[in-house]
Nanobody, 122 residues
Framework: VQLQASGGGLVQAGGFLRLSCAAS????????VGWFRQAPGKEREFVGA??????YYADSVKGRFTISRDNAGNTVYLQMNALKPEDTAVYYC??????????????????WGQGTLVTVSS
């Protein structure tokens, strides 16, 4: 499955953006779809993940970001509210079947889309 992330842009602190991760085919319900981000000079960081029954979030975004998926199973969204300058990064979506204890590890995701840049100005 091929993934394509989109929706990034420049926003002021406190603002919002919605990112989309579009898949070339329906993503199996057994797969995790994860959102990660990578700021310059830093490692890729877990943001959140979704299965067909549950969502998971990093503590740094909990309460501000929401992951959802459309009924067709082809697109996963990342709604980002109350954005902060430290949210600035390239955001990536990935799909895979990591074990539950490893969902925060990007190595567990087999398929990746190209990233989309989110810049939050102060």
């Amino acid at each position: 499955v091929q993934l394509q992330a989109s929706g990034g842009g420049l926003v002021q602190a406190g603002g919002f953006l919605r990112l989309s991760c579009a898949a070339s085919e329906r993503i199996s319900s057994t797969y995790f779809v994860g959102w990660f981000r990578q700021a310059p000079g830093k490692e890729r960081e877990f943001v959140g993940a979704v299965t067909n029954v549950r969502t998971y979030y990093a503590d740094s975004v909990k309460g501000r970001f929401t992951i959802s998926r459309d009924n067709a199973g082809n697109t996963v969204y990342l709604q980002m509210n109350a954005l902060k300058p430290e949210d600035t990064a390239v955001y990536y979506c990935g799909a895979g079947r990591p074990i539950l204890s490893e969902i925060r590890n990007p190595a567990g995701y087999r398929n990746w889309g190209q990233g989309t840049l989110v810049t939050v100005s102060s």
